[in-house]
């Protein structure tokens, strides 16, 4: 288990519940909720775009999407994590 995997993946998800708590509490503007509300979504949007996922997530609720879109994202940030900390621990001085 990787701490800095973790700390990657608390940041983004803190991230992501700011600006959806923040769109969530905007009146009177659905469009720009709807474009705040994909932000944290929005590199796995493009890449289910590009593999051509799209159309087989037409038919799911909106939130399962969002639940498709998101996990993978989270896993990936996790794994970025992962590398730095790995990255960083070899720099560090063995004793």
Request: aromatic share 14%; with cysteine.
């Amino acid at each position: 288990m990787s701490r800095t995997g973790f700390a990657f993946c608390a940041m983004y998800l803190s991230a992501s519940i700011a600006i959806w708590t923040y769109a969530s509490s905007i009146a009177g503007d659905p469009k720009g909720t709807f474009v705040l509300m994909q932000i944290p979504i929005v590199f796995a949007h493009a890449a289910a775009w590009k593999l051509g996922l799209l159309p087989l997530m037409a038919s799911l609720p909106n939130m399962v999407v969002w639940a498709l879109l998101f996990l993978p994202t989270l896993a990936a940030i996790y794994s970025i994590g992962w590398a730095v900390g790995l990255f960083f621990e070899a720099l560090r001085p063995r004793a």
